[in-house]
């Protein structure tokens, strides 16, 4: 198989989330009215409580890392979740893409998405609340961001694997990772404030490490964004190893059936 | 070259301690060209053994080679050209016709002009240009399954698997879809294997056939020397006025099977002279009005062999 043809496994999912997307008006809502509520109720808040303007930032790179992973990881998780609601996952797993194919498919419309969401959040925080999202200079935005749709790869790889080894009912996995991520990872507050046990799970989710790297460019303490990297690809890699352990199985159990009934 | 060799395939589902078998023990060769059936009631496995030969499942046991290809260890290989259609096949369902044969043509690694001829051959064969720009979700059922078959040819594939290919289809199209099978199968020179119930459709598409029977084959031969080796002898339905000695009929040489309802007596005879002429003496005491005498059909084989 030349390049371009694996190249086009790759976008293959990217066109196909791209054009069920475009036809969707909840994609608007995705894109724009729940990031912009999420991230217009927080700035509320911190007027309401009279913060200054390091704590506004805080809870903005919170709110904005927190909605661009949720947009990201849920078009990785559409990679299956499509195929699954319309019942033509088949079609999919007959063709000779694998699941690195898939992934990086949906990865890179998720990112297209995530960076839209992005420039929403920040030109619509600047203007609301005058939160500088440029404080750290372009490369730290930059990382910050790869490491987000990193995390991002990861969760909706959970949320697919999960489909592949429990069926239907595991769609429910695509909202709440994120939640559960959300408490953990110090979206809104720092993970010093969680029990210590909880404190060590944090530590082993990039996203906190992420998080902290933006934070430290409005003094808020330190980072260690290479351990965070470190431990994102860690995932990631694992993540398409057990991704495509969880096909294999799925060939064997006959769920890969089962969901196209 | 043989297009499938399967040897003692086996599958089951479910847990250890309640376990279903689906195939026991399937030995099979198909050449390569050829379109072969698979036939059987609901549940007797047809379904599973294409899903095996076409890699959506893994054996149990057994070793399967397909197109000179170990299904196990090359699989990714094989799934570039092979194909499958199923009968109530689904697509997104917002993706028009021809972005769903796009879609599935950059599953397969086509690209560029490649990619867009495949789209326009697979249209063309499927007579799909009307309905290029519809919705999935806005297609009839009989356009739906032409759209499954022409994504089942997007990458020009040397086995095409078809799932009961006219399963919920109105007479009409189920006869349209089958001569489309055989265009595909003329054309394109694509060996094919599908599975159905219904045997009018097989007798009319396939070389050879398989009965499959509680997940076992329990017979496979061409239509005809099946028939043949059954001994399953004439059907002759006589419509008549009068009464006739059900005992006698019964005892009639070659008399396999008797019915007698209302005027109307549905026989399967083996044929001979002896038979011929007391069937004959015996219905000289009624008013015949109306004699057939048919060859048996896959539907007798059927339940021949389902008995």
Not at chain 1, 44 to 62: H, K, P
Not at chain 1, 151 to 180: H, P
Not at chain 1, 183 to 202: E, F, H, N, R, T
Not at chain 2, 254 to 260: E, K, Q
Request: with cysteine; glycine share 8%; aromatic share 10%.
């Amino acid at each position: 198989m030349s390049l371009r043809g694996e190249m086009n496994k790759v976008l293959s999912t990217t066109y196909k989330n791209w054009t069920i997307s475009k036809r969707n008006a909840f994609t608007l809502f995705e894109l724009i009215f729940w990031p912009l509520v999420s991230l217009l109720s927080i700035g509320l808040l911190t007027r309401f409580l009279e913060t200054d303007q390091e704590t506004v930032s805080f809870l903005m790179v919170g709110a904005i890392g927190l909605t661009i992973m949720q947009v990201c990881q849920i078009d990785i998780a559409y990679v299956l979740l499509f195929d699954m609601w319309s019942k033509s996952i088949k079609n999919t797993f007959v063709s000779p893409v694998r699941g690195y194919h898939l992934v990086l498919g949906a990865l890179l419309f998720g990112m297209v998405r995530g960076t839209i969401v992005f420039a929403i959040l920040v030109i619509s925080s600047k203007m609301a609340f005058g939160f500088e999202f440029l404080a750290g200079g372009t490369w730290m935005v930059a990382l910050f961001l790869v490491g987000i749709y990193l995390v991002s790869a990861f969760i909706g790889m959970v949320v697919c694997i999960s489909i592949l080894l429990f069926g239907q009912k595991a769609d429910v996995a695509a909202w709440t990772l994120s939640g559960l991520i959300m408490l953990l990872c110090g979206i809104y507050y720092p993970v010093d404030v969680l029990p210590s046990s909880l404190q060590m799970v944090a530590r082993m989710i990039p996203l906190t490490y992420f998080l902290e790297y933006y934070r430290s460019a409005y003094g808020f303490g330190s980072h260690h964004i290479l351990v965070g990297f470190g431990l994102a690809l860690f995932y990631v890699g694992l993540g398409l190893i057990v991704f495509e352990m969880a096909i294999h199985r799925a060939r064997r159990s006959g769920i890969l059936l089962r969901l196209s009934e | 070259m043989a297009a499938i060799i399967a040897r003692d395939i086996c599958k089951g589902f479910g847990s250890r301690s309640r376990r279903t078998e689906v195939l026991r023990s399937i030995n099979l060769e198909i050449a390569e060209g050829e379109i072969f059936g698979i036939l059987g009631p609901n549940g007797s496995g047809k379904t599973t053994l294409l899903s095996i030969f076409s890699t959506l499942l893994r054996p149990d046991k057994g070793e399967l080679m397909i197109l000179g290809l170990d299904a196990k260890r090359d699989a990714s290989r094989l799934r570039e050209i092979i194909n499958i259609s199923s009968g109530a096949s689904n697509f997104p369902w917002s993706l028009t016709v021809k972005e769903n044969l796009r879609q599935s043509g950059m599953l397969y690694g086509l690209h560029g002009p490649r990619l867009a001829r495949s789209i326009d051959e697979a249209m063309e064969t499927m007579d799909l240009w009307p309905y290029r720009d519809v919705r999935f979700e806005n297609l009839s059922s009989g356009i739906k399954q032409r759209l499954s078959l022409a994504k089942a040819l997007i990458n020009h594939p040397r086995l095409l698997f078809l799932d009961e290919p006219t399963t919920g289809l109105d007479p009409q199209i189920a006869i349209k879809t089958r001569s489309m099978v055989k265009k595909i199968h003329r054309d394109h020179g694509i060996t094919v294997l599908l599975t159905t119930h219904y045997m009018p459709e097989a007798e009319e598409l396939c070389l050879r056939i398989a009965f499959l029977r509680k997940g076992s084959i329990i017979a496979l031969d061409t239509p005809s020397r099946l028939k043949r080796d059954l001994h399953l002898g004439e059907r002759v339905s006589i419509r008549f006025r009068g009464s006739i000695d059900e005992e006698a009929l019964f005892a009639v040489p070659g008399m396999i099977s008797a019915s007698i309802e209302e005027g109307r007596a549905e026989l399967m005879l083996e044929r001979s002279e002896e038979g011929t002429s007391r069937l004959m003496r015996l219905f000289s005491h009624t008013e015949v009005l109306d004699i057939k005498m048919e060859e048996p059909d896959l539907e007798d084989v059927f339940l021949e062999l389902a008995r």
